[in-house]
């Protein structure tokens, strides 16, 4: 089999998972869905090994792979072909996105045990890696398009998962309708694309646009900008972020393969594709870079404030992406998809972490009610510890390389991309807090009721709430499930944290500085191209960046050791010390209430005038008669119509009709 | 010549007259087995059909010599998927309507066939006066089937939609009159084959109120903003298979007129409105959606999104480009499609909602409905034109075509696109999401409903894994309806620059 075979079967194992899951809900018993699911998934890892193996068979030159299906529509100069691209950059991203999303799929097989929605959520979640996986593979624009939108809709499906939730479905609409706002940047994008360079394919886009695009062309950086614009809404960034912590609504699994492993990595996955594009304008690059600095700073400072476990996570990704954003921005495309996978690793863990715990609480995700849980879940203590570490960038953990690899290209470019490579730096300082203040608040301190029900021996079971609003969950539909299952009671979800918390430590050991750099030599066929492929920090710099990035990374642990261990009341005495800067944060600098202001309500405004004027007075008025003597007029025509004027004529017509058909059939014979 | 296209054209009026005069129980069947043998037999030309292959299965015949009016009919890239379509709604409405109980059903089910032969008629025509006779047919039909079978405010309905339809047929044949009479040169004798009239020419002022005659039936029967005061009452009013067929198909026949007659043959006269139609659409796209999204009825909520979808249809007409219009084209069949499973869809909800169609007292119903719940689910997401669907293919050939020539406009049509997403996520949560209201039943969709639906269905999801199929199919008579219309564009666009 060829490498681009692998690929289509890449594509193919998702595809039938979610076939045979969602057609076979009703027959399927038990586990049974969650197990095919995860073995289609599984599979599709397997054959993106193959599809690895197969194409490193190549020569280097000879790594870009397409292979066309059928045609998908072409008319004029719009021809797309149902095709993928089979490159290191595509085979790299189908290895993290199935190895990430199987090890999702094992933990979900018992996480979402009791949930009367069981075999829907394994054909969403399948349906959810497929279209991941059809972004990443396809060979041009409106197949990219097609997978960026799937992966929207899956989102969707999975973030309003437990739909009977007000608040579920309210976060599924916003996540969609933001994706769909991405989506149309997008086509406006490819449309400038081919009004250029005469093609929607990958391959000979880019290698004309340098012929069809001066530097900085202004449609060139317009085309940019869209594109970002898209990247921005999947991958959450500023100012289209604020359908990423309400997505949090769905199971903790789906949050895990949202916020690890897929949807939000494909922005940065898109900004490394059409990286050719961004290099001819640095403009767009230089914007794109810059607000990834500001996403990374902004969610940084929301993190150490919000309460609610999950979205702190959901923050702490969005900070997170604003490093890739950046790294990928700036040219440095190994680092940033180095970030990319280790954070899918140690982001996967941390919500299945958080899962577990969210498991303990029978649903409670507040971190004001948590504490204490490290004696009652010593496994999950242990496995979210190294998360948070990898997270905070502790020396020798996996994202202690990446997130440093990417700042030090930064400053080695100098300038304005010092000045973001410092400011990555504050960024990682408010990780490392925010990460510690997670794991001090959970299982530090005291034990809470939970935990010491636990280790009694039980689960803690209460009402179902609703943990954003507290109103009684809707429990005779069956989900979300009556029981709670956590990590240290079921072995596919141990399996799972287990494996990735042994990647969140050896993931950086593929690139160290000095000692190898696995992932960039593997990459290099696709970034050959780039004017920056010999621009590379010195393994010197390099180390001293390492060892600054240490350095703060401890520091940063030790604050938020000494704010919430050791001095238990400090971060209370500064919330009443700074309340407005308090407010400000927890009510996540006011986005939400400024869209609600911006765009919701004018619409909902615009909707109910259309609605009771220009419809009511306009339309049925004025056109159908307004002013009194044309209504008059009107109202006596119809009156002549309805008595009998109408029927006459509707008659007439019918007989003149069939007396002319008769005419004809008569005539012609 | 042959006489296939006569045989689809008259059967369905054949069976419903046969219907009609059968025992009172068995009619209906007639007309269904009536219609599901125009299916057959129009899916055996779709098989047959010869792509690029010109106008096919001709029929030629003089009817009234002394006018120039021919019974002319034929199937070409242009009509190809609205005698598809037509065929295919017809089939699944008969069929969900000769399983529900009717008063007077042989009357019921003879105006339903006798609206499939005028459709078709329409849709085949090769001659404009046959074109106005079927378009005028239509509305026969329809009166009797909203009047006669409507529920609520029926009368106050079908007044507003006869005022409506008729005013606009009579200017339209006024102006179609007047077209083949200027057309006509001097000494030679008048004619109304779509033929004879593309090789005549009429002058640029003739044809600039021709057009405007033209357009005002055609927006009012599509419709657009501000010719559809109709719409509300009609929509309320009519009973769910003839709402399905009314907006999913006769939708169309106005639209699919623009390509077949009015840009060929006066293309001047629509490239001097282009403008001017174009501010319609857009203005009809936005105006429609946000309409659509403050609906309570889960009718209106989809009379308006009819709307705004129209205006997008309308756009990539008048982009007079090659890829607007071969979306235009594209997207009527796929909004036809996506109609009629939504108004069925609605019939099968207000059956679970004790009759409610109002998204105040709606929702909760997807829980002992999956398969309902999946089928709305898939329709809803064709119908926001997701990418991966044929609508998207349409809708982003519009776009395209559009940005081309008037980039402003279309970048304001995009809009529509995100209302579109918003209104019909809001539409489909509001009745299978949330908690359930209290007179709802969360029941799954029956076998009935579900046989109509499936297939279309299946079609919409297949159309969207292989949208060529259409495409290569009506590609080159597209380009050729809108050549002309193009090149008088270009034509001014160049001496304006001089």
Not at chain 1, 91 to 105: P, R
Not at chain 2, 204 to 222: D, H, M, T, Y
Request: glycine share 10%; aromatic share 12%; proline share 4%.
């Amino acid at each position: 089999l060829s490498a681009t075979g692998y690929g289509w079967l890449v594509l193919a194992f998702p595809l039938a998972g979610m076939l045979v899951t969602s057609f076979g809900w009703r027959v399927l018993p038990g586990r049974m869905p969650g197990w095919i699911a995860t073995s289609a998934i599984f599979l599709a890892f397997l054959s993106s090994i193959g599809a690895l193996v197969d194409l490193q068979d190549h020569a280097e030159d000879d790594r870009q792979l397409v292979d066309s299906a059928w045609t998908y529509a072409a008319t004029a100069d719009f021809h797309i072909d149902m095709a993928i691209l089979v490159d290191p950059l595509s085979v790299f991203m189908c290895l993290v996105v199935s190895g990430v999303s199987f090890l999702i799929h094992l933990y979900s097989v018992a996480y979402m045990e009791s949930d009367g929605g069981y075999a829907r959520y394994f054909a969403y979640l399948n349906y959810f890696v497929f279209s991941m996986l059809l972004l990443v593979l396809a060979a041009n624009f409106v197949i990219l398009i097609i997978g960026w939108a799937f992966v929207g809709a899956a989102s969707y499906l999975l973030i309003s998962f437990w739909y009977r939730r007000a608040t579920a479905v309210h976060a599924g609409i916003k996540a969609f309708v933001i994706n769909v706002i991405g989506d149309i940047a997008l086509v406006v994008a490819a449309f400038l694309i081919l009004d250029h360079v005469g093609s929607l394919d990958f391959l000979p886009v880019f290698e004309q646009a340098g012929d069809a695009f001066s530097t900085n062309d202004g449609t060139l950086v317009a085309a940019c900008l869209l594109i970002l614009v898209g990247a921005f809404a999947k991958s959450a960034q500023l100012p289209l972020h604020t359908w990423l912590p309400d997505a949090m609504e769905g199971p903790t699994p789906v949050s895990a393969l949202i916020h690890a492993a897929t949807m939000v990595t494909a922005g940065v996955y898109l900004i490394a594709r059409t990286h050719p594009l961004f290099e001819l304008a640095p403009t767009a690059a230089d914007i794109g870079a810059a607000i990834g600095c500001a996403t990374l700073l902004f969610a940084g400072t929301v993190a150490l404030a919000v309460t609610d476990l999950k979205r702190v996570i959901a923050y702490s990704t969005i900070s997170q992406i604003g490093y890739m954003v950046m790294g990928v921005s700036i040219a440095a495309y190994g680092a940033g998809l180095f970030h990319l996978m280790t954070h899918a690793f140690f982001k996967a863990l941390l919500l299945m972490g958080a899962g577990s715990v969210i498991g303990a609480m029978a649903g409670i995700q507040d971190m004001d009610r948590m504490g204490g849980f490290r004696r009652a879940m010593p496994f999950t203590f242990v496995t979210f510890t190294v998360g948070a570490l990898a997270l905070a960038g502790f020396p020798l953990m996996s994202g202690f390389f990446s997130k440093d690899e990417i700042i030090a290209f930064e400053l080695n470019r100098g300038g304005f991309y010092a000045v973001l490579g410092v400011l990555g730096y504050v960024g990682a300082f408010l990780t490392a807090f925010y990460s510690f203040r997670m794991v001090f608040r959970v299982f530090y301190g005291d034990p809470v009721p939970e935990a010491a029900e636990l280790e009694g021996g039980h689960i803690a079971h209460g009402e179902p709430l609703n943990p954003m609003t507290g109103e009684p969950e809707d429990t005779d539909v069956g989900f979300p499930g009556p029981e709670h299952h956590i990590a240290e009671r079921e072995r596919p979800m141990k399996g799972a944290m287990g494996t990735l918390a042994v990647l969140a430590i050896v993931g950086g050991y593929i690139a160290i500085p000095g000692v190898d750099n696995v992932l960039e030599k593997f990459l290099e066929p696709t970034f050959a191209d780039s004017r920056f492929a010999d621009t590379h920090p010195s393994t010197g710099a390099e180390w001293i960046g390492l060892v600054v990035g240490g350095v703060i990374s401890i520091v940063g642990i030790g604050l938020a050791w000494w704010v919430y261990i050791r001095e238990p009341g400090t971060a209370m005495r500064l919330r009443e010390r700074f309340p407005r800067v308090h407010t400000f944060l927890v009510n996540k600098w006011y986005f939400d209430e400024l869209y609600d202001a911006l765009f919701v309500r004018p619409a909902a405004t615009a909707g109910a005038f259309s609605r009771r004027v220009i419809e009511t007075d306009f339309v049925q008025g004025t056109i159908v008669g307004g002013a009194t003597g044309i209504v008059r007029v009107g109202t006596s025509f119809a009156r002549a119509i309805q008595t009998g004027y109408l029927r006459a004529y509707a008659l007439l017509l019918l007989l003149g009709v069939a007396g002319m058909t008769l005419y004809f059939l008569l005539n012609s014979s | 010549v042959t006489i296939h296209l006569s045989i689809v054209l008259f059967l369905p009026l054949a069976t419903g007259l046969s219907g009609a005069l059968m025992p009172r129980g068995t009619g209906r069947w007639a007309v269904l087995a009536g219609s599901l043998a125009v299916l057959a037999y129009v899916l055996v030309m779709l098989i047959d059909f010869e792509p690029g292959g010109g106008l096919q299965y001709v029929t030629d015949d003089g009817w009234i010599s002394e006018l120039g009016i021919r019974y002319s009919l034929g199937v070409d890239g242009l009509n190809l998927f609205m005698v598809t379509l037509t065929a295919i709604a017809w089939a699944a409405c008969t069929f969900v309507a000769a399983f529900t109980e009717h008063d007077r059903p042989r009357l019921f089910f003879f105006n339903l066939a006798l609206a499939e032969t005028a459709v078709l008629g329409a849709f085949m025509a090769q001659d404009l006066a046959l074109f106005i006779v079927f378009f005028d047919l239509m509305l026969v039909p329809f009166y009797f089937l909203i009047g006669g079978w409507g529920t609520g405010d029926r009368v106050r309905a079908t007044t507003k939609f006869v005022i409506y339809t008729l005013s606009g047929s009579l200017l339209m044949m006024a102006a179609a009159i007047a077209l083949g009479v200027l057309a006509t040169p001097d000494g030679g004798n008048i004619s109304f084959a779509l033929a004879d009239l593309r090789e005549r020419s009429v002058p640029l002022g003739s044809q600039e109120w021709i057009v405007l005659l033209f357009a005002l039936a055609f927006f009012v029967k599509a419709p657009l903003f501000p010719l559809h005061g109709w719409v509300p009452d009609t929509y309320r009013a009519t009973s769910i298979p003839v709402l399905a067929l009314l907006s999913g198909v006769l939708s169309k026949v106005g639209v699919y007129a623009f390509l077949r007659i009015v840009l060929p043959i006066m293309p001047d006269g629509a490239q001097h409105w282009q403008e001017l139609f174009i501010i319609l659409a857009v203005f009809s796209i936005l105006y429609g959606s946000i309409l659509a999204f403050s609906q309570d009825n889960i009718r209106l909520v989809l009379a308006y999104s009819s709307i705004a979808q129209l205006g997008f249809i309308v756009l990539g007409i008048f982009a007079l480009e090659e890829k607007g219009a071969q979306g235009a084209l594209f997207q009527m069949l796929n909004h036809g499609l996506v109609t009629v499973v939504l108004f069925l869809i609605v019939g099968v909800i207000a059956l679970r909602a004790s009759g409610s169609e109002s998204l105040a007292e709606l929702g909760g119903m997807a829980f002992r409905a999956p398969v309902l719940a999946g089928i709305f689910l898939v329709t809803a997401l064709a119908t926001l034109a997701m990418p991966g669907s044929g609508n998207f293919v349409g809708e982003i050939l519009i776009l395209f075509g559009t940005f081309e020539n008037k980039l402003v406009y279309g970048l304001v049509a995009s809009a529509g696109v995100v209302l579109a997403a918003v209104y019909m996520i809001r539409l489909y949560q509001g009745t299978m999401h949330g908690r359930a209201g209290p007179g709802v039943e969360s029941r799954e969709i029956d076998p009935v409903n579900l046989a109509a639906v499936a297939p279309l269905v299946a079609i919409v999801v297949a159309l969207g894994l292989y949208p060529n199929f259409v495409v290569h199919r009506t590609e080159r008579d597209t380009t050729q309806a809108i050549a002309e219309a193009r090149q008088a564009g270009g034509a001014q666009e160049v001496s304006a620059i001089r």
